[in-house]
C-alpha cells in the first residue's frame, strides 16, 4: 500500500525524468493528498524542469493515473507474493489480510491511496478508472479464494470480507494501530471462513 518515503532528490539524481517524477508522486500524493500538491511542488521535489513533466506525461492528471497504477501494480504484488506458496484454500484466503498487516506496518502508512484518491477526484478524473480497476480486482480475488476454499454462498462471503478488510485499512488509518486491526480482521476472516465451510 505505502512504500518509505523517499529523500527530497539531491542534485545529480541520474534516475530517469518518469521515475523521478512518480517517486515524488508517490510520496507527496499519498502523504499530503492529490489535491493539496501542485505541480510545482513534485517538481521542485523530483529536481526537474516543468517541461519534463509535460513532455512525459502531459498534465498532472496523467501523473495520478501513474501514479495510481504503480500504487495498483505494487499492491497487487504483494498480495501475490503471499498467496505463492500457500497450498490450502484457507491459507491462500488469509494470506490477502497478512499481505495487508505487511503494507499497514510499513513506516508512513496513512490508509488506502485508492479510497483517499476516490475521495479527492472527481467522477471523469483519469485516475478514477484505475480505482475501479483495482476494486474490481480484488472483489474478484475474495470470491475466487472463497470458491476454491468450498464455502456456502460464496459471494455473501465475499462481500462480508472485502467489508472486513476495508474496515481493518479504515481502523488502521484512524487508530493509529495497524497491528491490531490487522490481526483482528484476520481472526475474523478465519472465524466466517471456518462456519462458511463447516459441514
Not at 498480495?79 to 503494507?103: C, N, T, W, Y
Request: hydrophobic share 45%.
Amino acid at each position: 500500500m505505502v512504500t518509505a518515503p523517499s529523500p527530497i532528490p539531491a542534485k545529480g539524481d541520474r534516475r530517469p525524468v518518469r521515475e523521478r517524477l512518480l517517486a515524488s508522486a508517490d510520496e507527496l500524493f499519498y502523504r499530503e493528498g492529490i489535491n493539496n500538491v501542485g505541480i510545482d511542488r513534485i517538481l521542485e521535489h523530483a529536481g526537474v524542469a516543468k517541461a519534463s513533466l509535460y513532455s512525459t506525461f502531459g498534465s498532472k492528471d496523467e501523473l495520478v493515473r501513474a501514479y495510481l497504477e504503480q500504487r495498483q501494480e505494487t499492491r497487487r504484488a504483494r498480495i501475490e507474493r503471499h498467496l505463492a506458496g500457500k497450498r490450502s484454500p484457507r491459507e491462500r484466503l488469509l494470506a490477502v489480510f497478512d499481505a495487508q498487516a505487511e503494507a499497514m506496518g510499513q513506516p508512513g502508512f496513512r490508509g488506502c491511496a485508492f479510497l483517499m484518491a476516490n475521495a479527492e477526484q472527481p467522477g471523469e478524473s483519469r485516475g478514477k478508472p484505475v480505482c475501479d480497476d483495482y476494486r474490481g480486482w480484488i472483489r474478484a480475488l475474495f470470491v475466487q479464494l472463497v470458491k476454491e476454499a468450498g464455502a456456502r454462498r460464496p459471494d455473501a462471503l465475499a462481500r462480508q470480507l472485502l467489508l472486513l478488510y476495508d474496515g481493518a485499512v479504515v481502523a488502521a488509518q484512524m487508530d493509529g494501530r495497524g497491528a491490531e486491526a490487522s490481526a483482528a480482521a484476520r481472526a475474523t476472516a478465519a472465524a466466517l471462513l471456518d462456519a462458511a465451510t463447516r459441514a
